[in-house]
């Protein structure tokens, strides 16, 4: 009960609160007084409760009577920004001064765009300089704040003509961020008009002030409106209209996250952070040059539209130059987050060396986790170890498995911290990524990695789910449906149709023309989700799949965005070689002619694992090829084939090594060219070799068809043998 009281004696002010603390001690005198008393006890507390009953009415009926008749209603509604103009001192009796500066300035602000929201108010206080400047500045802030106001005008007039005004910023948030409060020149009046900087700078701190406070509430679409109407009038020095640039760039990049309208934003965003730059030089401004470069570069690693690479050459530009200022001596906590920017620009950058960009990204990741500690900014810590393991798993150069190990750590590392009850939706996206990490480990015990992943996207579902999260919802049944698919025991079609059914609805929210890349990403793992679909027409599903993979080459072009392109491309090839209907032949070279694209970007240098997968699968679609030479065919399915063994070595690849070797072998048994008696020990090596990933006991069923095929070669050789 007491705290109640509190809280609500707390939330008035002024006569309100003298008024009712006044009546809170006799309340506490009468409910002792009565409780004295000489009779039952039942008859002290219906007393004591009439007592308190009357107090209350009393306290509330006072408190209504001096609102509606004694006290002025100068406060200004929510959603207005108010300027305040106090009685000025030595003003007229009239108050003309006064009037005329309200009517002045009313005019002014009718001329505005509407919808800006700022009015002008008289109070009849007065503020004067005599208390000291410091203290008047101060009294004017707290009529200010009881009227709700954004500023208050208040001042002396020197004689009929001269006035020296005085303006208060009233909200200490604003006051941080502005010039301080105005003490402006005298001004000359004349019976004509007010001085022109005595109605510019009220109006101008009204928008910047109303601006600022509104932007820390979260609402950047209104904020801007403040912003950019504060631009228009030329009053400001040149760093505080600097700063308003800055709000109205940082109003644009919190505006364009997720929206339809995101590259508008973001191409406003650099365009106000250039123009802030050419301001600011990293000699007089260091700290807000620095800050500015930062977050130019966050906006062009942002951006959806242009080219992708050079919008992140950008990036990496401006986060180095940021770097010049903040050094992890001076500014520790701005140098790691400009590092960490840095890492992911470098992380996504597609062109040049890809294993070193990455190389790179690592090192960013590694330097901001120097600061960025789990003791001291557990959250940053998280976010960096997640995107530390997206560049280990990524990395194509060094041991694959090695990386994702590392990749793995990172994971769990961060999950330390992003709990599924504390951070739900970092939890769910760091356990997607898990998940794909024990996916695409390939040594250990194989069913066990599978059986991780699996466990890691059905956890990241929990989150991501069909009605908030539809994207990633369809990402991670994808996800699931592919680990599964992968297991020994076949795949998991039920998650399948899931997924296709949830990417199927997302796409008529993720439309290419508002959302090209997520439209993209989506059409592609569409595709792969009918790749996988063993139900239903066969020729139907991988001829959906194939149109899925050429609308996302669409938005994934070679030049822009040349990894996805070139996954799109194996993948394309893939549904191509395996289309039962239609002509053999042309499917095939079609195949052929997407995974002879695809190696234009999966280098065996910068590529080493998707060069080898890519190799393979060509060589496949030689071997299957039912037109030209045979022997020519599998000759160059040779040739690839043992191209990419240069990668799927025994050690790092064991799976991928066996069935290459597998390949290999049935290759060399069917070679109708050269020694077939050399062609049928090739193959029978072949076929031993895999035996020593593919035991009976790993991997029964592979064991059993290479063993039997591996019999049937040796029947072959040893029939040659007795001709």
Request: proline share 3%; charged share 20%.
């Amino acid at each position: 009960m007491l705290e109640f009281i509190n809280k609500l004696l707390a939330e008035l002010t002024g006569f309100d609160f003298w008024f009712a603390a006044i009546l809170f001690v006799l309340g506490l005198a009468g409910w002792y007084y009565f409780g004295q008393t000489k009779k039952t006890e039942r008859e002290t507390a219906k007393r004591q409760l009439l007592f308190a009953g009357l107090i209350v009415v009393i306290g509330v009926s006072g408190i209504a009577v001096h609102h509606l008749f004694f006290e002025p209603n100068y406060k200004f509604p929510d959603g207005v920004a108010g300027i305040l103009v106090l009685r000025i001192e030595g003003d007229d009796e009239k108050n003309s001064l006064q009037r005329d500066l309200v009517s002045t300035l009313n005019t002014e602000l009718s001329k505005e765009a509407p919808g800006q929201k700022i009015e002008v108010r008289t109070h009849q206080e007065i503020v004067t300089e005599s208390i000291g400047l410091k203290q008047a500045h101060a009294k004017a802030r707290e009529l200010g704040k009881d009227c709700q106001a954004i500023l208050a005008i208040w001042g002396t007039r020197v004689d009929e003509k001269k006035f020296h005004p005085r303006l208060t910023v009233v909200e200490d948030r604003s006051r941080s961020v502005l010039a301080g409060d105005r003490t402006l020149v005298v001004q000359t009046i004349n019976e004509l008009n007010l001085p022109v900087e005595l109605i510019h700078q009220p109006i101008y701190l009204a928008h910047f002030a109303a601006g600022y406070s509104i932007y820390e509430r979260n609402d950047y679409a209104a904020a801007l409106g403040h912003f950019k109407a504060a631009l228009n009038w030329p009053t400001a020095n040149t760093s505080e209209l600097n700063d308003i640039r800055i709000y109205i760039g940082n109003s644009h990049w919190y505006l364009a996250q997720g929206q339809k309208n995101m590259d508008w934003h973001l191409r406003q965003t650099v365009a106000y952070y250039d123009t802030a730059l050419s301001f600011y030089s990293e000699l007089n401004f260091p700290e807000s040059w620095a800050m500015t470069q930062n977050n130019l570069g966050t906006a062009y690693a942002d951006l959806p539209t242009g080219d992708h690479s050079e919008n992140l050459q950008k990036a990496i530009t401006a986060y180095q130059a940021a770097l010049r200022v903040r050094t992890e001596r001076d500014f520790p906590v701005d140098w790691a987050t400009t590092y960490n920017n840095l890492g992911a620009a470098y992380a996504d950058l597609p062109i040049d060396d890809r294993g070193d960009n990455l190389q790179k990204a690592i090192a960013s990741y590694q330097a901001a986790l120097r600061v960025y500690t789990k003791k001291d900014f557990p959250l940053y810590w998280a976010t960096t170890q997640n995107n530390l393991g997206n560049a280990y798993k990524k990395l194509p150069t060094g041991n694959h498995n090695e990386n994702l190990q590392k990749a793995i750590k990172a994971y769990e590392a961060a999950l330390r911290v992003r709990t599924e009850q504390g951070f739900p939706i970092d939890w769910a996206m760091t356990q997607n990524n898990l998940g794909t990490a024990y996916r695409n480990l390939s040594i250990g015990d194989r069913s066990q990695n599978l059986q991780k992943a699996i466990t890691a996207f059905e956890a990241a579902l929990r989150v991501y789910t069909e009605k908030n999260f539809p994207a990633n919802w369809a990402m991670a049944q994808s996800n699931l449906g592919n680990a599964y698919s992968d297991l020994p025991n076949g795949g998991h079609t039920q998650n399948l149709q899931k997924v296709i059914a949830a990417y199927e609805v997302t796409l008529h929210i993720l439309t290419s023309k508002d959302f090209p890349m997520e439209w993209a990403t989506t059409q592609y793992n569409l595709g792969l989700a009918y790749v996988y679909l063993r139900t239903g027409d066969r020729s139907a599903n991988l001829q959906k799949a194939i149109a899925a993979f050429e609308g996302a080459l669409r938005v994934h072009t070679e030049k822009d965005f040349p990894i996805q392109w070139a996954m799109a491309q194996n993948n394309l090839g893939a549904a191509y070689a395996d289309l039962p209907t239609g002509d053999r032949s042309a499917n095939l070279q079609k195949a052929i002619a997407a995974y002879e694209a695809a190696l234009r970007v999966y280098t065996e240098k910068d590529f080493p694992a998707d060069w080898a997968g890519t190799q393979k699968n060509l060589g496949l679609a030689y071997a299957d090829l039912p037109t030209g030479s045979r022997s020519a065919n599998l000759q160059k399915m040779i040739a690839t084939h043992e191209a990419a063994l240069c990668v799927y070595t025994e050690k790092d690849f064991p799976v991928d090594w066996a069935r290459t070797k597998i390949d290999l072998g049935n290759a060399y048994a069917t070679l109708t060219t050269g020694n077939h008696t050399k062609n049928l020990q090739k193959a029978i090596d072949f076929y031993e070799a895999a035996l020593r990933v593919y035991t009976e006991k790993t991997f029964p069923n592979e064991h059993k068809f290479v063993a039997k095929i591996l019999k049937n070669a040796q029947i072959q050789l040893q029939n040659l043998a007795k001709k």
